[in-house]
T-cell receptor, first 112, second 114 residues
Framework: RKEVEQDPGPFNVPEGATVAFNCTYSNSASQSFFWYRQDCRKEPKLLMSVYSSGNEDGRFTAQLNRASQYISLLIRDSKLSDSATYLCVVNTYNFGNEKLTFGTGTRLTIIP | DTEVTQTPKHLVMGMTNKKSLKCEQHMGHRAMYWYKQKAKKPPELMFVYSYEKLSINESVPSRFSPECPNSSLLNLHLHALQPEDSALYLC?????????????FGEGSRLTVL
């Protein structure tokens, strides 16, 4: 089983719709969780951290379910500029080192 | 604009060449990373430096040799690469190792090995 798994998509969603992605992780000792966004041929950039209580940043809501070992990202009122690949990232403490592991990414295209 | 600068942006090299990728940050970050990214794949961790010391080597072949001359600079020396090493090489930094997952990436060096 991969350490971090995501549905690669593509998700083709009309503008203004709500879209949600999930990500599962295999290591129950993983400590912190993030969503990164990567535009085509660009570098990844942190979108938001994911907290146990859930957190919201404008149109974006992130949730963490430790019992089921998944995180989610919800985008409301989607904009054309939301088209990108969304990478789930998990931070795991292992033998004295912290390591960030990236999921395969979910490709989202917002259609006018 | 990214605060992590990578040079060169593009590099084409033969299998017998020796070249280097360079990365620089002036944010005072003490952890620096090299990632490799193939098309439509996620970034794969190669090396991590923490306070200028190699902290993680993800079993990367010795034809890739990292170097951290000081806290602002990170190099990746390349020698006798294979065509399958062609990829986008991303440098990243964070305040310290872990740092709540906030990595700042450079724009990457796109490497083609002929």
């Amino acid at each position: 089983r991969k350490e971090v798994e995501q549905d690669p998509g593509p998700f083709n969603v009309p503008e203004g719709a709500t879209v949600a992605f999930n990500c599962t992780y295999s290591n129950s000792a993983s400590q912190s969780f993030f969503w990164y966004r990567q535009d085509c041929r660009k570098e990844p950039k942190l979108l938001m951290s994911v907290y146990s209580s859930g957190n919201e940043d404008g149109r974006f809501t992130a949730q963490l379910n430790r019992a089921s070992q998944y995180i989610s990202l919800l985008i409301r009122d989607s904009k054309l500029s939301d088209s990108a690949t969304y990478l789930c990232v998990v931070n795991t403490y292992n033998f004295g080192n912290e390591k960030l592991t990236f999921g395969t990414g979910t490709r989202l295209t917002i259609i006018p | 604009d990214t605060e992590v600068t990578q040079t060169p942006k593009h590099l084409v090299m033969g299998m017998t060449n020796k070249k280097s990728l360079k990365c620089e940050q002036h944010m005072g970050h003490r952890a620096m990373y090299w990632y490799k990214q193939k098309a439509k794949k996620p970034p794969e961790l190669m090396f991590v430096y923490s306070y200028e010391k190699l902290s993680i080597n993800e079993s990367v072949p010795s034809r890739f040799s990292p170097e951290c001359p000081n806290s602002s600079l990170l190099n990746l020396h390349l020698h006798a690469l294979q065509p399958e090493d062609s990829a986008l090489y991303l440098c990243a930094s964070s305040q310290v190792l872990g740092a709540n997952g906030e990595l700042f990436f450079g724009e990457g060096s796109r490497l083609t090995v002929l």
